[in-house]
């Protein structure tokens, strides 16, 4: 079990008052009506829901329409300027950037907000719940396709099922270019229309492997999440060339912080606006004090943070200290 002589660990979040960047003196007057439309990245859905009802109770004239999609399609809304703002799980490239200044002769504001992870989700009944990231690049490539070429002495048999939530969905994109090295994905490969619609399907399907963002499932204080969680299991995963098997279950911080868990991504929210409106001044709340402290009690790490690590081993204490450090460099 990781993390064996530890027997308290506490992670302590102190959110730094200001806010990052240009987009941080919070908003204000002008943003407090308005209509601005945002695209978000699908597998971002429960944050962005929790964020939007605090900063609607905060500006209830500030009209924020947000539509979720995939990134392939949320990207694409941005471009054509069918909305002020986005949110996806990686920074603007540098053909997207400069398409911007030949086109615009500017190029959108990038914001940090935080760090999440990609999960493997099995039906519960699955004893094979560890897999190595060459089992899993293995896996994806359709060179392992049942669980008994997986494990020989495992009960389980039968094809390998790997289930997304849309074919062009940010997950696919992130499993080719962090495991695959850009190759396609081969073998049994499915694609469900949204994360709860992969759930159900592992759910109901005992050789399945779904991949899932892990934000719908990490807000274990909440009753949905606490639902879809007696239905699946996640995967723990050891990274490559190594045998210590981490689970997002417990610590999760600590597990986020300092890179213990192999699959992360950080979210970007992409700004167009240009100017002080309503799109402008969600991203300045996400992304500021009230809007990080909601990211952190979902259990993602916030962009903007300063984290003291206490671990409490038997007969002694130990401090570790990470000075304003930003997750999103």
Known sequence: MELKSVKIFLVLILLSIGILSCDTQG????????????????TMQPIIEAELRAFKQQYPK???QVHFTTE??????????????????????????EWFRSKYKFV????????????????????????????????????????KSLN????????????????????????????????????????ERSNPGVI?????????????????????????VQNYLRKVRMIAIAK??????????EYVMYKISHKKYPLLRKLYFWNREGKMGPATGFVSYAAGKDGQLIAFKA?????????????????????EKDASQNSAQ
């Open 240 to 249: 490559e060339g190594q045998n210590e098997f981490v689970k997002l279950d």
């Open 152 to 191: 020989p002495k495992t009960k389980n048999s039968g094809q390998i099922q790997v289930v997304f939530d849309n074919n062009r969905s940010s997950l696919i994109r992130f499993i080719q270019d962090s495991l695959l090295g850009g190759k396609a994905l081969e073998g049994n490969i499915y694609a």
């Open 108 to 147: 959108p504001k990038e914001t940090p907000f935080a760090t999440d992870a990609v999960v493997l989700i099995v039906h519960p009944s699955n004893p094979d719940s560890q897999l190595s990231i060459e089992q899993l690049r293995k896996i994806f490539l359709g060179e392992i396709k049942d669980w």
């Open 62 to 64: 500030a009209e924020i």
């Open 72 to 97: 392939t399609e949320a990207v694409r809304l941005f471009m054509v300027d069918s909305a002020q703002v986005a949110l996806v799980p990686r920074a603007l490239s540098n053909q997207e950037k």
């Open 299 to 319: 259990d993602l790490l916030p962009a903007s943070e300063i984290i003291r690590l206490v671990e409490i081993k038997e007969g002694n204490i130990k401090v």
């Open 200 to 224: 159900n399907y592992v759910q109901n399907n005992p050789n399945a492997i779904g991949v899932i963002g892990y934000n719908w499932v990490s807000d274990k204080q909440d009753t949905l």
């Open 27 to 42: 908003p204000g007057a002008t943003i407090s009506k308005g209509k601005a439309k945002i695209v978000v990245d699908e």
